[in-house]
């Protein structure tokens, strides 16, 4: 089997507006928040789950790592989901395409199996000072039992306007162990994308993607740039304070500090792929830049929707 032998590098920007993005269950659901710095925090969980539920519900693929009940209306634990394939980690990794890509651990026959998953992201954060969160009250006109002489009352936790990027690797060492391939990253790549916008839930609708770019590099590199995410800058247009942003035309990404570590490290690079929001403005403009610095022969632009 051919797998994943080019090491790469991953940034992924989406933007979230009147939603919450990844509220913490211990902290009354509130958005996860740097209490210093003022940034929103996202998890390389929820960025996770996103992804495999778009490769499990729209792409009917299978996935390990799923809320999956008993007729008794209890939990499935990995355990269980091991049985579902006769406890053969060759038929896991066959199967479950979240398994290829992210890895997990769990038990079959008695042993500790772990798979360290090939794809791995740092938790995910706001590039600029987050407004809030805001607490959103209001009322339900079909309350629960105990409230129904006067309906009850509802409390959310919102963040008005966020830009959130993720930094990313695809290590091809560990490919080989999960059998990771490139249509496999590929489905990730689309999942990333497509499934951001289509997290059609009350707490989650209004999220868009606006930016990802993949940087693949050259076989036996053993390199990648790293810190992608520190190397572009979100800066308000018209005097706007960070936290004041609730669009994204009233920012522009600064990417030149980017195009000069590509430029850099240009013999290490085999290709970039790239998808930009027709709404997202960088500056300069990151595809031309990319293609001046690499040669257009180097440049793929990725069709999503």
Request: hydrophobic share 35%; aromatic share 8%.
């Amino acid at each position: 089997m051919n797998y994943l032998k080019e090491r790469s590098e991953f940034l992924f920007l989406y933007d979230i507006k009147d939603a919450n993005p990844n509220g913490d269950p211990l902290d009354e659901n509130k958005p996860r928040m740097d209490e210093e710095t003022g940034q929103i925090i996202v998890t390389d969980v929820r960025l996770k789950r996103t992804v495999r539920d778009y490769l499990a519900i729209v792409k009917g693929l299978q996935v390990f790592i799923v809320e999956m009940k008993d007729e008794d209306g209890s939990l499935r634990t990995k355990e269980d989901r091991s049985a579902d394939f006769e406890d053969d980690p060759d038929k896991i990794l066959d199967a479950c395409i979240d398994m290829r890509l992210f890895g997990a651990t769990t038990a079959i026959k008695g042993k500790t199996i772990t798979w360290t998953g090939p794809v791995q992201f740092k938790f995910g954060r706001s590039l600029h000072k987050v407004d809030g969160p805001v607490l959103i009250k209001g009322t339900t006109v079909m309350p629960s039992k105990e409230g129904k002489k006067q309906g009850t009352f509802r409390e959310e936790w919102i963040v008005p306007y966020a830009l959130i990027a993720f930094h990313g690797v695809a290590n091809e060492y560990a490919a080989q162990t999960t059998h990771l391939t490139e249509d496999d990253l590929n489905l990730m790549i689309e999942a990333m994308w497509n499934g951001t916008k289509d997290l059609i839930t009350r707490s989650k609708f209004g999220q868009m993607p606006r930016l990802l770019l993949r940087i693949v590099y050259k076989e036996s590199s053993d390199f990648y740039i790293g810190e992608l995410d520190k190397l572009v800058k979100w800066v308000p247009k018209d005097d706007f304070r960070e936290e004041q942003v609730r669009d994204i035309t009233q920012g522009t990404l600064v990417v030149g500090e980017l195009l000069g570590a590509v430029e850099k490290h240009q013999n290490k690079i085999a290709r970039v792929e790239i998808a930009v929001h027709e709404r997202f403005k960088t500056e300069p403009e990151l595809a031309s830049g990319l293609k001046g610095r690499l040669g257009e022969g180097r440049i793929k632009i990725l069709e999503l929707s």
